[in-house]
Each structure stands twice: as C-alpha cells, then as structure tokens.
C-alpha cells in the first residue's frame, strides 16, 4: 500500500507509537489522518500539529460503540477508509494469573477486543468495495513473552492470532492484514513500567527486561510500518532478531522455555544485587560518593 491519497485512522495515536504514525503517514502524503486517542487533549494536539491532512476524535476502543462511531464518522467527513491501525494497547496489570479479575478483563478488551471490533465493523465495508487494509499492533510479547507481565503477553499473543485468521480468512476478499511486533520501543508505557514501579516489582522486571534488549524510538517503528505496508507484509518486525528469536522458539520449543526462565532469573539476581548496593552504600566526607554529588 502507497499512503499518498489515502484516509488512515490511528487508534492511540495521542503518544507513542501512535502519534509517530499519524507524523509519518501525513509526510507519506495521506490525504486525511485521523487521530483517535481516549485522550481527546492529546489527540487534538497531534492533529493540530499536522495541520488540515489530520483530525481528532475522543475515542475509547474498549467500547464497540465507540469503534463504530469512529468508523463512521471518519467516512461520513472524509471518505471510505483504507488503512485502520488498531494501535491502541495498554500494559496494565503486570505479574501472572494472580492479577485481578477486573485487569484481565480490561487488558481484553484495550489489547484485542478492540481490534475484533474494527474488524467486524470494517470488513463488511471493505469487501463490499473491493478492498482495505488493517494494521493491527499486537508486539514481540505476542510471539515470544514478557517476562512477569502475563496479561500482555496473553492478549498480544491473541492479538497476533486474530491478525492471522483476518488475513488467512478475508485475503481473497481483498482485505490486507499486517500485523505490527516491536520489541522494546522508548514509550511511555515501557519507559513508565521500568522506572515508576518498585524494585522487585513485575511491572518494573516486565519493562526492564525489554528496555535492557534495546529500545527504539517510535519513529523508527512509523519506517518499518511504511516500509511493511509498501510490501504487504503480514509480519512488521522493527527488530529484525524478533524474527530470528521466533524461529528459535518454534525449532526447538523447551530450550526456548528454559532459556527464557534462564534470563528472568539473571535478571533478578541483578536487581537484588543493585538493591543491596543501594543499601549498603553510605557515601563519605571527600569519598567517591561526595565527589559525584
């Protein structure tokens, strides 16, 4: 898919990942972007910021109603949709099958409901004029793990699920499925899971994890989303060792497992380390601990 002329939506598109595509697709020449974000100050400040090729809507994609709205007001002002990212995603709750009830189903409807929801809104709509695409952000999590962070992992793994079945069962129809993997990318939502939350934490393991393979700017995602949807690709992968990690999991399965067990408990060890090094570490008159103050 070529961008220039064409009318995208970017749901989430206030921050992050989001609003480096709504940048890049009106630079590629979209003739209209909208921005949707729950955040309706963020995305009117992005939408402003690009001028008459982009507009905003308050958008909540939990909500099928709100999807629907979206998906027709966008039409009706500027014009059948060809590219709908569902990029809207939240890391919220961290840690395993203990997390409450309530976060799972939050994390359900943000990470893939949502993007059950454009879908069974815009298929019908694309097919019947011959075509579309959907560029569904699930994350590396989705085809890997996230270490101490199991609902993301469970939704984005569902999320890159679902992409798959869109493209497998409405390819013929016409309709175009990429599925969007980063690893870590410098957001708020990573950058606020390593450093917000207390040592220990399985927020703070989840984001420091990532955040120690590499992190991306979100821009450098925005390049490969360009590039990914030029060539239809179905996988999007801004870090190429995704895609060699990924055929590591399927070649040998249990050492994969045990490989993965194997970097959550250096990583730990490594923060128990620091901690204690904090703790002990008592700076004197004219020590090293004075002079770097």
Known sequence: MELRGKVAVVTGGGNGIGRALCRRFVAEGAACVVVADLGGDAAASVAAGLG????????????????VRLVEITEDRYGPIDLFCSNAGIAAPAGGVEAPTEGWQ?????????????????????VD??????????????????????????????????????????????????????????????????????????????????????????????????????????????????LDYFRNKAGDYDRWIGGMRKL?????????????????????PGGAGAAAR
């Open 52 to 67: 008459d090729a982009a507009a905003a809507l308050e958008v909540n994609v939990a909500l099928e109603g709100d999807v």
């Open 106 to 126: 939050q994390i359900w409807d943000v990470n893939v409901m949502a993007h059950v929801y454009a879908a069974r809104t815009l298929i019908p709509r694309m």
């Open 129 to 242: 004029r011959g075509g579309g695409y959907l560029l569904n952000t699930a994350s590396a999590a989705g085809l890997l793990t996230n270490l101490g962070a199991a609902p993301y992992s469970v939704t984005k793994h569902a999320a890159v699920g679902l992409a798959e079945w869109l493209a497998i069962t409405h390819g013929d129809q016409g309709i175009k499925v990429s599925c969007l993997c980063p690893q870590g990318v410098r957001t708020n939502m990573l950058l606020g899971a390593a450093g917000d939350a207390p040592d220990g934490d399985p927020a703070q393991l989840a984001g420091a994890v990532v955040l120690a393979q590499g992190a991306i700017e979100p821009e450098d995602v925005a390049e490969a989303v360009v590039a990914g949807l030029a060539d239809e690709r179905f996988l999007i992968l801004p870090h190429p060792e995704v």
């Open 264 to 284: 959550g408990r250096g990583h730990r060890r490594r923060r128990r380390r620091c901690r204690r090094g904090k703790l002990g570490r008592r700076p004197r």
